[in-house]
């Protein structure tokens, strides 16, 4: 089993930056990939950013591309969301997630999920 919280969300004006963390405990042989997702009010969840946990390749979405940076720690211990020039619709609830198969790290049938950092941009 795995746990996740995240924690960094906030109000922020266009333009601007936040960075959101995810502090990871557990069975490490569960979560071989990590990923943040986000959800807007009306909206399906979204993937923004996913990472293979031992090859350390990352992945984002096209609107995100060239502004967030997904990354570990060295330890792995805790995933971070660096967001940078964001824009209004980047407004969402922001969730931290993990998954045991490789193969579903670009799917959003993840198997474990945290509680969410609301992310506001205004």
């Known amino acids: 089993h795995v746990q996740l919280v995240e924690s960094g969300g906030g109000s922020v004006q266009p333009g601007g930056s936040l960075r959101l963390s995810c502090v990871v405990s557990g069975d490490t042989r569960s979560r071989l990939c990590m990923a943040w997702f986000r959800q807007a009010p009306g909206n399906e969840r979204e993937g923004v950013a996913a990472?293979?946990?031992?090859?350390?390749?990352?992945f984002y979405a096209d609107s995100v591309k060239g502004r967030f940076t997904i990354s570990q720690d060295n330890a792995k211990t805790t995933l971070y969301l660096q967001m940078d020039s964001l824009k209004p619709e980047d407004t969402a609830m922001y969730y931290c997630a993990a998954v045991t198969q490789s193969e579903r790290c670009l799917t959003t049938a993840y198997d474990f999920w945290g509680q969410g950092t609301q992310v506001t941009v205004s």
């Open positions: 990472i293979r946990r031992y090859s350390g390749t990352t």
